[in-house]
T-cell receptor
Framework: AQSVSQHNHHVILSEAASLELGCNYS??????LFWYVQYPGQHLQLLLK????DPLVKGIKGFEAEFIKSKFSFNLRKPSVQWSDTAEYFC???????????WGAGTKLIIKP | DADVTQTPRNRITKTGKRIMLECSQT?????MYWYRQDPGLGLRLIYY???????NKGEISDGYSVSRQAQAKFSLSLESAIPNQTALYFC????????????FGPGTRLLVL
């Protein structure tokens, strides 16, 4: 079955630290890849997405993600986090451009001021 | 961003009661989705609809039903609520152009006693 794994359920960092959140998926075909963010008390928002082309994708608020096809990974990065980045981050995969998004379990990120 | 709205935002109900959660969108999208979010499980798809006459079960449809009253409206019903349906429920939309970027409502927090 297709699945998406997010390696860390909770991450705690200090401000200005660098961030990398892991995402791996199990599907051998063409995929569209997404990272969504859910700030406390708010709805899910699209952070960035990859459909094709340059595997390094830049999103909002200084986030980026790199698609490594050989590793089935789409890790999210930010060079220097801020307290306002405290949120839950979800990776999602859309296999073969069909209707369905397969979601990871989410990673809760807490940034200490 | 109020393109996707959900009512109510919070609801407490008792076991056995029938309740309805409503979703409206002004994005003009054909596709609409209902998800539930549980801690540590990410989002799971309950039902989805590609247009008014096309409604499909998702991963966890048992105990739920839906109605697509119009392109802009998609309601989720719990016919006889049970405590393990306590969760955060999200409505989402996407357009027919595919690539499945989904846009989410603010969520309905449901507690079944």
């Amino acid at each position: 079955a297709q699945s998406v794994s997010q390696h860390n359920h909770h991450v705690i960092l200090s401000e200005a630290a660098s961030l990398e959140l892991g995402c791996n998926y199990s599907y051998g075909g063409t995929v569209n890849l997404f990272w969504y963010v859910q700030y406390p008390g708010q709805h899910l928002q699209l952070l960035l997405k990859y459909f094709s082309g340059d595997p390094l994708v830049k999103g909002i608020k200084g986030f980026e993600a790199e698609f490594i096809k050989s590793k089935f990974s789409f890790n999210l990065r930010k060079p220097s986090v801020q307290w306002s980045d405290t949120a839950e981050y979800f990776c999602a995969v859309n296999p073969d451009s069909n209707y369905q998004l397969i979601w990871g379990a989410g990673t809760k990120l807490i940034i200490k001021p | 961003d109020a393109d996707v709205t959900q009512t109510p935002r919070n609801r407490i109900t008792k076991t056995g009661k029938r309740i309805m959660l409503e979703c409206s969108q002004t994005k003009g999208h054909d596709r609409m989705y209902w998800y539930r979010q549980d801690p540590g499980l990410g989002l799971r798809l309950i039902y989805y609809s590609f247009d008014v006459k096309d409604i499909n079960k998702g991963e966890i449809s048992d105990g739920y039903s839906v109605s697509r009253q119009a392109q802009a409206k998609f309601s989720l019903s719990l016919e006889s609520a049970i405590p393990n349906q306590t969760a955060l429920y999200f409505c989402a939309t996407s357009d027919r152009e595919g690539q499945e970027t989904q846009y989410f409502g603010p969520g309905t927090r449901l507690l079944v006693l």
